[in-house]
């Protein structure tokens, strides 16, 4: 059951209440309640971090510290409305990093409370100023939300709203939700209630939550295809957007599924579908480490997350594969003659996952001879895509929220075909719209720029194609042992990969200032570069491009002139000679004009040795695996000229870690 719109064009609105009785930061509303603004068009908002908290702690010190580990969800604004215990309702935002409003709440501390939610934004459209920031509140200043997510018909409600007289403090969508939530309490609904309705009234994609003055101890929120879990302590209990906000209070966590509500009290968290009945709870526990969700004595986390590596490798394969060889999925929801008869592999996903989404074609096609396409999930259902209950899809994704991913799942469910998620995220929705899962163990994540996430779907991915070959009968039991043994190699050597890596860190000194950096390989070796490019592009904001290297004759050579920096993925030179020897010819085509090669290849590998400016060495392993191996410099390399070239390698512009829009 969804939330409904109820059909209504009835206007809620009959009377405008302009008193604000509560303590609010003064300056958002003094410079801009006191203009009507009338611009309409939506700063939507997406993206963000959100928290909420009910029992005895000083509710800022929790939402605060809680909206620190969520700020690389959103990080253009921030803000906190607390309850106190008296019922005096507070607000404090801020525009731009945590930062400002830490500095804020320092210079202005808000009243003492225990009850509260805080917010960080990610605007999609609008300026991240401080009227845009959330929460939003009411015109009687007694309701505040916060949000994520997009209301679709924002506008058509805005625009009954204003007609009623409201007058609108910020150019948000959610703004509406404080109104509309004012206007159901006006008419007696109790908060859970109110949410209820409003939330039957929305179009799109959202998490709500809410607090309201008089009501100390309470806090009511609801999702539609947005992220929300609740935490469960002793004495208090907590909402967010996702785990690592609470990890320091609890580990123990209860999902929320989409179209319902959360009435939550320090003491209790009642769920309940748009209909007000309860829904089953599922509770889960919170395995991450704490470390985590710290820099652990590195500049930035995602130098951390780089060198921690080796053991969301090795993570990621513990106890996998079981004595019989037969992988261990996490949740398995597909029986083995499904498996034996599925005639095609679809994989979607996006970004640093739809690459590792197209190493996993390599494998599985070679393993299990199974044909398998790989589309990115934004486009896949408008393509019309094939699909059917022979159908496996692969849907690959970090956070298991990724909007676009879960629309491509739902529609491949839709057609019938059966969904394995490989997920970093416990409790996450796609995981757990999914007939069978696999968890990549790669810890928290906090760098916006995957890293040790994408080695581990890399990993996963390896193990997916192995079990599918072996349930299928076409690799032999000592092929699969030799697979799994090279598998069993990688924690081992991605370790030596980390320890040559300051000749990479001394070579961004030398590229800092290129207008362009090129990537090249064939076979995995493309899907590597294309990852080398994106995480260049996304945090040192440089041109990057990756090609396959036998296409560059095709077209983009024409970019290669003297000086550009261009890597080539070399394949192993054992098994596949002529793969190895044609991109030991592409290095040479581009170096004849005037390119700066960094070549990565294997130890033992002499015939590149002659064209290489600069020689980065990986250790030997079978070429389907190379990429573990070969994304390592490039993620070193990225990281290390986003900080020469002084931009946040953790929280690069304009970019969230979980892309909860499509
Ligand atoms: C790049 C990056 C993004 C994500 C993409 C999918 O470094 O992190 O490209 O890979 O947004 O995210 P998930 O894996 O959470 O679905």
């Not at 009507?36 to 605060?64: E, F, H, N």
């Not at 319902?260 to 829904?279: C, E, S």
């Not at 969904?419 to 970093?424: K, M």
């Not at 040192?540 to 890597?567: D, N, S």
Request: proline fraction near 5%; charge should be negative; aromatic fraction near 4%.
């Amino acid at each position: 059951m969804r939330f409904g719109n109820n059909g209504s064009n009835r206007s809620h609105i009959s009377s405008v209440k302009t008193v604000r009785s509560v303590l609010t930061d003064t300056r958002t509303h003094r410079t801009h309640r006191t203009h009507r603004i009338r611009q309409t068009r939506p700063s939507l908002v997406a993206m963000c971090g959100i928290v909420g908290y009910a029992g005895q702690r000083p509710a800022i010190d929790v939402v605060v510290g809680a909206l620190r580990r969520l700020e690389y969800r959103g990080y253009d604004s921030a803000g906190v409305a607390l309850v106190g215990r008296a019922g005096t309702l507070s607000t404090m935002k801020r525009a731009g990093k945590l930062a400002v409003l830490d500095e804020a709440l320092a210079r202005s501390p808000l009243p003492e409370a225990g009850t509260g939610i805080g917010h960080t934004r990610w605007a999609t459209h609008g300026a991240p100023t401080d009227p845009n920031a959330h929460p939003h509140l009411d015109e009687s200043g007694t309701v505040a939300v916060i949000h994520n997510g997009i209301i679709e018909n924002f506008a058509v409600l805005r625009r009954e709203l204003e007609d009623s007289g409201v007058s609108m403090a910020s150019e948000t969508d959610t703004e509406v939700v404080a109104h509309l939530l004012a206007r159901s309490l006006s008419d007696g609904a109790d908060l859970a209630q109110a949410m209820r309705q409003v939330v039957g009234r929305l179009h799109g994609a959202f998490t709500l939550v809410a607090v309201r003055a008089g009501e100390p101890g309470r806090v009511v929120a609801a999702r539609r295809n947005s992220p929300l879990v609740v935490g469960l302590g002793e004495g208090e209990n907590f909402l967010a957007s996702d785990v690592s906000a609470f990890m320091d209070y609890t580990r123990t966590a209860l999902e929320v599924g989409d179209d319902t509500v959360v009435d939550l009290t320090a003491d209790q968290v009642v769920l309940t579908d748009p209909a007000g009945r309860p829904v089953p709870r599922r509770e889960f526990t919170v395995d991450w480490d704490l470390e985590a969700a710290e820099k652990g004595g590195h500049e930035y986390f995602m130098l951390k997350e780089i060198a921690e590596q080796p053991k969301a490798v090795a993570d990621t394969l513990l106890g996998r594969l079981g004595p019989d060889g037969r992988l261990v999925l996490d949740e398995m929801r597909l029986s083995e003659s499904e498996i034996r008869d599925i005639d095609k592999v679809v994989i979607t996903a996006c970004g640093t996952a739809f690459h590792a989404g197209l190493v996993a074609k390599y494998a599985i096609e070679h393993w299990t001879r199974i044909p398998c396409e790989v589309e990115m999930a934004s486009e896949f259902r408008y393509r019309d895509p094939i699909i059917d209950r022979q159908t496996l899809v692969v849907a690959i994704s970090q956070s298991g929220e990724t909007m676009d991913t879960l629309m491509a799942l739902r529609h491949a469910r839709e057609q019938g075909a059966r969904v394995l998620a490989i997920c970093n995220t416990n409790g996450s929705t796609i995981p757990r719209e999914s007939d069978a899962v696999l968890y990549t163990r790669a810890g928290l994540e906090i760098a916006v720029a995957s890293t040790k996430a994408f080695l581990t779907q890399l990993v996963a991915c390896y193990l997916v194609a192995l079990y599918l070959g072996q349930v299928r009968g076409t690799q032999w039991g000592d092929e699969v042992a030799a697979n799994v043994a090279a598998l069993s190699d990688l924690p081992a050597k991605v370790d030596r990969v980390l320890e040559t890596m300051q000749p990479v860190r001394e070579l961004a000194k030398d590229y800092a200032a290129a207008s362009s950096v090129l990537f090249l390989g064939r076979h995995v070796g493309y899907p590597t570069a294309l990852e080398g490019a994106l995480k260049l592009k996304e945090i040192a904001y440089m041109h990057a491009e990756g090609f396959p290297a036998g296409e560059l004759k095709h077209g983009p050579i024409a970019l290669v002139e003297a000086g550009v920096p261009v890597f080539v993925v070399v394949p192993s030179p054992r098994g596949r000679g002529s793969l190895h020897d044609k991109v030991v010819s592409n290095i040479q085509e581009v170096r004849a004009r005037g390119a700066l090669t960094v070549v990565i290849a294997e130890e033992g590998d002499d015939a590149v040795v002659p064209y290489a400016d600069h020689l980065v060495r990986i250790p030997a392993s079978p070429t389907l695996l190379q990429p573990v191996l070969a994304t390592v410099p490039l993620q070193v390399f990225a990281a290390e000229m986003a900080a020469l070239r002084g931009f946040d390698v953790d929280q690069p512009r304009n970019l969230a870690k979980s892309v909860t829009v499509e």
